[in-house]
């Protein structure tokens, strides 16, 4: 299979296994059954991640319409994966402040527009987009792009966020966090070598080991590191397992584009 084509095959659980639970069609078969949110992880609070935001939208199989996660980046931007980003902008739904997207509560917003990186599906990495609100979450926090791509090192303690599956560990739908330690780039150019893993545009994250990770339905939300936006959930090979962790898009490798659109 083709890099490009094996990456698509990889993203392409976020309308089906995103919201129903199921193994996505790409990973290879977990040994102990199908897993499914952030695995791993513990039960989190908006109310101390507010820059955290639920991306919805209208096609999502899941009732809740949970489809993919986002990142407050100023009042009236959100940024989040490319590959969350192709659906028309009137379908999507930012909710900001709702822990349990079953619930009510919290601000939403329709968005207006979408800029997806055009390099993305072009060359590896590039899975970044920014969306515009119609309702901009005034006065709520944002964070700051990181700049530096000195960040990206191992060892370095980020944290991802988000609404996705938990393969059975916790609650659906339901804001959790785990930690992702960085793995470092010559990790992932190992054992993602035929996935054509970017060092330049992504960050390698998680354990080798396995037991905790982002999943299907994380996408596009937030790995953060010394309070600034540091990856995008962008990709994996099933969740939570040995020798597959997660990648996220290299947030300072692009943050030159993305604060463009973002001041736009
Ligand atoms: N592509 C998935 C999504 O669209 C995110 C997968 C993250 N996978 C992982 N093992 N960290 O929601």
Redesign the pocket.
């Given at each position: 299979m083709k890099a490009a084509l094996a990456r698509a095959v990889?993203?392409a659980?976020?309308l089906t296994a995103?919201s129903l639970g199921a193994v996505s069609a790409n990973a290879a078969p977990a040994p102990d059954g199908p897993k499914t949110r952030i695995v791993g992880g513990e039960l989190a609070k908006t109310a101390d991640a507010p820059w955290a935001i639920a991306l919805n939208n209208s096609g999502s199989p899941s009732p809740s319409g949970q489809y993919?996660g986002s990142t407050l980046v100023a009042a009236n931007k959100i940024v989040t994966?490319a590959?969350?980003a192709t659906e028309a902008a009137s379908t999507y739904t930012a909710i900001q402040g709702r822990d349990k997207l079953t619930d009510t509560g919290g601000k939403t917003s329709k968005i207006t527009s979408i800029w997806a990186d055009p390099e993305y599906g072009k060359s590896p990495g590039h899975d970044v987009a920014v969306m515009t609100l119609a309702t901009p979450f005034e006065g709520v926090p944002t964070l700051a792009l990181e700049t530096s791509t000195a960040a990206d090192t191992a060892g370095a303690a980020s944290v991802v966020y988000g609404w996705?599956a938990t393969e059975g560990t916790g609650p659906a739908d339901t804001f959790q966090k785990v930690a992702a330690p960085v793995l470092g780039d010559a990790y992932c150019s190992d054992v993602y070598a035929s996935q054509n893993y970017s060092a330049a545009g992504e960050i390698c994250a998680?354990y080798k080991e396995g037991g905790k990770?982002?999943?299907?339905?994380?996408?596009?939300g937030p790995l953060v590191l010394n309070g600034r936006l540091f990856g995008v959930?962008?990709?994996?090979?099933?969740?939570?397992d040995a020798g597959?962790?997660?990648?996220y898009a290299e947030v300072a490798t692009y943050a030159a584009a993305l604060q463009a659109q973002i001041d736009s």
């Open positions: 990889l993203m659980g976020v995103a993919c994966a590959h969350c996705g998680g990770d982002s999943c299907q339905g994380d996408s596009g959930v962008s990709w994996g090979i099933g969740c939570a597959n962790p997660g990648v």
